[in-house]
């Protein structure tokens, strides 16, 4: 029997091969989408409607999985720390990969070096939503509540260190103006208790809000946006009110564990614009007030870089105090 022995070049070109044949078989088992937030907020609406479509693009199911708590940490960090082969997945959101680890002194994971970046899903409105009993139908009214009445009126946020958190401190440094904090694990949860009166204010995107818009349970007086939005004509933006500081719309994408094989990586990249084509996706993710934003790998990564970078400047102007 003749026996070949690989050369070092043999051995290497063989290992070369494995991420293209894993490329290729890949996905032949249900993927799992980590969303480190409660059921019914944006990050789960737009996960939920992008995740339908892209296990018909690839042929299995994506079950989500929810891992809500610490504005995001746990579940970006649990997902952080699982097999880089493109079964688990995460919701690499502005808040969780921009805003919380700025707001933390020691943070669970690096949002740049920890992840693999895949691409952006959708751009969304930020808005303002506010109890229908509070006496005010206009941002300049409900100006003039805070200034009368400091720290009367409280807000809930998603919870500590979180995008709706932040944006209700850079809300406050901004207008001269302060409120009570109320965190929750989830804006699913502070929307209920915004509509109850537990909490008079919530900072919130408009797919988790704008059912709620809808059925006159809370009042919207502002929103992040280019312009107006078509399913908000008669809400300002923040910058026609004049707090331009204020009118970011925030970003909502997918990325797997660093490590992930960028054939994998480029594979999901190509199902979730396909699934980002599909006019069927498009008019569910419209009908929530988002924009579809399908990106190359690189421009993500890029896009994360630079946010974090702006939300280090936020978190330093207004001094915050890091939580531990």
Not at 92 to 111: F, I, M, R, T
Not at 217 to 222: M, S, Y
Not at 282 to 309: K, N
Request: with cysteine; net charge neutral.
């Amino acid at each position: 029997m003749t026996i070949i022995k690989k050369t070092p070049l043999a051995m290497l070109l063989a290992c070369l091969a494995v991420p293209g044949l894993a490329a290729a078989e890949y996905p032949d088992k249900p993927i799992r989408l980590v969303v480190p937030y409660a059921v019914g907020g944006t990050t789960d609406i737009i996960a939920r409607v992008v995740g339908n479509k892209l296990g018909a693009q690839l042929g299995q199911s994506v079950i989500i999985e929810n891992k809500p708590g610490a504005g995001g940490s746990i579940g970006s960090a649990y997902a952080a720390k699982q097999p880089a082969d493109g079964y688990t997945l995460v919701m690499a959101v502005e808040s969780s990969h921009a805003v919380n680890p700025n707001v933390y002194a020691k943070s669970l994971y690096d949002p740049v070096q920890d992840f693999a970046p895949i691409s952006n899903l959708a751009d969304v409105p930020n808005v303002l939503v506010v109890n229908p009993a509070l006496p005010a139908r206009d941002l300049t009214a409900f100006l003039g509540l805070l200034k009368a009445d400091p720290n009367k009126y409280a807000f809930g946020s998603s919870g500590n260190g979180g995008l709706s958190h932040m944006n209700g401190e850079l809300f406050m440094k901004t207008t001269g103006t302060r409120m009570l904090h109320v965190p929750y694990k989830g804006l699913g949860p502070a929307l209920n208790d915004l509509v109850a009166g537990q909490v008079q204010v919530v900072f919130d995107n408009i797919p988790s809000s704008y059912p709620l818009i809808q059925a006159q349970r809370i009042r919207p007086l502002a929103v992040a946006a280019r312009e107006r939005l078509k399913v908000l004509p008669d809400v300002p933006t923040y910058a026609e009110a004049g707090l331009p500081a204020m009118n970011n719309p925030s970003w909502f994408g997918l990325a797997a564990p660093a490590g992930t094989p960028a054939p994998v990586l480029d594979k999901l990249n190509a199902a979730v614009r396909q699934a980002l084509a599909d006019p069927a996706t498009v008019d569910a993710i419209e009908r929530q007030g988002a924009v579809p934003s399908p990106m190359s790998r690189e421009a993500f990564g890029a896009l994360i870089a630079q946010s974090y970078g702006h939300w280090k400047t936020v978190v330093d102007d207004i001094k915050f105090q890091k939580m531990q």
